[in-house]
């Protein structure tokens, strides 16, 4: 929309499909009006002083009632909002909710396909990227920090000068690797021998029956995958086959697959049973295949007496923990060992990030090909378009 244009528009810049998220972009001079009679958010005075750096969280409403709960984010003029993100769950019906009311409200409602051009190398564009990245988000924590580094990134950018390029870009692509999984989640694979209690400790952190529990050597023939939230961060819980030397062909492609899944994952969980002895031949295979020193040993069972000492282990590798997947004892403790190897716990989240693979991807190319004074124009063109 042009700068002169009397008009307020609502369009949805997601994909029009079925998705985790929905975000409809109200722009003009009625937005802050249009957004009052649809949002209430929780606390009552929010858009009496509306800026950017904060983020609404509240209700959406129509004349029926409630249409969904969600985030907004504003630009503002002054103390008038010029624009307006509307983050909601993205179920069609509560897309053309919400523009319907919009609609009624004085906004007209156009193509999301407006306004965006080719998605090249100088043609990418940072709005695209943020909607992209939301609508990959799994929690509310997610959500947040894409939309609070979009801005940041935005600020950062828009001025980016030579000096800014050297000094900036080699912590950048270093935080992608945090922001990934923060967005796209984390993976922790499980493995150790037979019944030592993987699938339980999952069905514990999951907090549901997810898997098939046995006393039966060789219940999980291939791996399964079980995703959950460690504060605000989504983890995929890989469960693999156990690993033990006596295992028939199939159990051994089983095992093979599950230890490549463990040598790709974000994160190793060793889990032993803390109740048995441990073959010291197996041991020693089952910890070659991995990094130690991205290595979390748990010793399962800590209901039961202990016939090993789990301190031993946190000696050589630093993170060795005993719990119980039954009572839950030591989990909270698991969990926060997880984010601290994971380095999320430890990471400033208010620093700038990426929020996405192709920025990554580009500012490394451009790193190798590029002057710093040609990198600093794209990303000016990249955060201002």
Known sequence: MSEGSAITTATVITANTT???AIIRVSGPGCGSALAKVFKPKSATALDTPSPDRLLFGSFRDESGVIDEGIVSVDVDGALIVSADLNVHGGLRVTERLLAALQRHGCEVV???????PRGDAGWRLSRETEQALA???????VRFVARQSRRLKDVWSGSTEADVSD???SL????????MLI???TVAVFGPPNAGKSTLINHLADRAELLVSPEPGTTRDWNEVSISLDGVPVRLVDTAGVRQEADALEREAIRRGLSRVAAADLPLLVLDGSSPVPAALLEEIVGKVDATRLIVVASKGDLPAVWDVSAWHEQIG???AVSGHSGAGVGDLTRIVLEKLEIAATDMEAPMLISQHQFTWLQQAMEKMSAGE??????TYATS
Do not use: N, V
């Open 319 to 321: 993170r060795a923990i």
């Open 111 to 117: 193509s999301g396909d407006a306004g965006f051009g």
């Open 375 to 380: 990198i600093s124009a794209h990303l000016r």
């Open 136 to 142: 990959c988000c799994q929690t509310r924590r997610a």
């Open 173 to 180: 692509l270093e935080s992608w690797k945090y922001a990934r």
């Open 184 to 186: 796209h989640g984390a």
């Open 19 to 21: 998705g985790a998220i």
């Open 168 to 170: 900036q870009i080699p």
